[in-house]
């Protein structure tokens, strides 16, 4: 058994420390602020393995996310934290991506899945999707395909998983802003430093920030992109995924919480700024929204409004074509962790794990 120091309570290092946990490690978790408080209460609430991410190439994140939804839609323990939701992307005329095209990347998406799959995708045609109630515009609509991926409450699952976590033995502390961590296992809070057999630095979009405050070179750099949502009060009986007009980006139009949750946006900040969502960002979202459904709806409809920021793996110009997967970093006994989805939070903390074992075994 050996002394493991995760830093960062969000789900990447709540899945951490749950996991080293069950390895049979002593674990503590030291929290800036409070857990679930950062990026990871501020997500598009799916479990998915990205359709959209086939584009970039990115066919073993897809997998990889795929097994990772089916994981936490078996171990949620309740449907209000995590379920099946259908998903339209409706086509039309003059689309960016045509039917076929689409056609054969839900065929992919369904093949990754394997016997993960959630059902395969459908195609319906115009007539079918304007009888399903909500209000999309008819003007150009050719049909769309349906699909099924997860939704979760991000933030009620992460404090689920936390909760294992202690249940399995971590010492979760929250309020504990770490102020250096070393390559011998030493983590520095208060002023005072401890020594750990290991240290997993799982501070998401602050992880580079604790590697510079420590004297450490990075080795990997993070890109850090704010994301915006927005939630109108209407109901929705299904999710919609929309091009967003004259650009290759897309947007998801949800139902949460008896709301349309509309989301995101990609806009580049330091991770020193609060995220919040801009007027600017909240007129692209209302415009979006207006462009595909009939009934328009403004800024009086807007109850509630949320953002974050994505620790993504600095890879493109366009934050947009970024990679999606996670990296990791080793410093002697000290692990890092770069980017990382909230679906894949199961294969991160296993992947870390066993660097952990590895790393710990030469001691
Ligand atoms: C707009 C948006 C939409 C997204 N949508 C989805 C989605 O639908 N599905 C999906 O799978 N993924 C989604 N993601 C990605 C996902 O939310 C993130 O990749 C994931 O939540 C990152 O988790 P994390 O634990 O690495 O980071 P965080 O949740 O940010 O946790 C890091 C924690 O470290 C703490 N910390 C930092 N520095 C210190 C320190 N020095 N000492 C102690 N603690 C420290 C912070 O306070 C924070 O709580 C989205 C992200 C964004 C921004």
């Known amino acids: 058994m ?3 120091a995760v830093v960062g309570g969000g789900v990447n290092g709540v899945m951490i420390a749950w996991t080293l946990a069950r390895r049979g490690h002593a674990v503590t978790l030291y929290e800036r602020d409070a857990l679930m408080g950062a990026t990871s209460r501020a997500s ?11 584009e970039n190439g990115e066919f073993g994140l897809v997998k990889k996310a795929l097994a990772d939804r089916a994981w936490w839609l078996a171990h949620a323990p309740d449907p209000a934290l995590a379920h099946p939701l259908s998903i339209v992307w409706p086509i039309y005329r003059g689309a960016r991506r045509g039917r076929w095209l689409m056609k054969a990347g839900f065929a992919l998406y369904d093949a990754l899945a394997g016997a993960a799959g959630l059902g395969r995708h459908r195609w319906l045609t115009a007539a079918a999707l304007a009888e399903g109630g909500d209000g999309l515009k008819r003007e150009g609509l050719r049909g769309g395909y349906r699909y099924v991926d997860g939704q979760m409450d991000d933030y009620r699952l992460g404090l689920w998983a ?4 202690r249940n399995a033995g971590v010492a979760l502390v929250e309020h504990a802003n770490v102020e250096r961590v070393g390559a011998d296992g030493a983590v520095t809070l208060h002023g005072e430093t401890r020594r750990f057999d290991a240290v997993v630095n799982a501070a998401g979009p602050w992880a580079e920030r604790l590697l510079a405050a420590s004297g450490l070179a990075a080795g990997v750099q993070l890109d850090t992109v704010r994301g915006s949502h927005i939630v ?11 091009e967003v007009p004259g650009e290759r980006r897309v947007v998801f139009v949800l139902p949460w919480q008896g709301g349309t949750l509309i989301g995101t946006t990609e806009v580049r900040q330091s991770p020193d700024e609060a995220a919040e969502c ?10 979006l929204y207006n462009h595909y459904f009939a009934a328009p709806a403004t800024p009086a409809d807007v109850v509630a409004r949320f953002a974050g920021v994505r620790p993504l793996i600095r890879s493109a110009a366009d934050p947009n074509r970024a990679l999606r997967d996670y990296r990791f970093a080793r410093h002697g006994r000290l692990l890092t ?9 199961p294969s991160l903390a296993a992947e870390a794990a066993e660097r952990l074992d590895a790393l710990l075994a030469h001691r």
Do not use: M, N, P
């Open 278 to 287: 801009s007027a600017d960002e909240e007129g692209y979202l209302l415009a």
């Open 232 to 242: 109108l009060d209407r109901t929705l009986s299904q999710g919609y995924l929309f």
């Open 162 to 165: 936390a909760g294992e976590a």
């Open 337 to 345: 962790v770069f980017g990382g989805k909230w679906t894949t939070a």
């Open 2 to 4: 050996a002394a493991v």
């Open 44 to 54: 598009s609430k799916l479990l998915h393995g990205g359709v959209r991410y086939l």
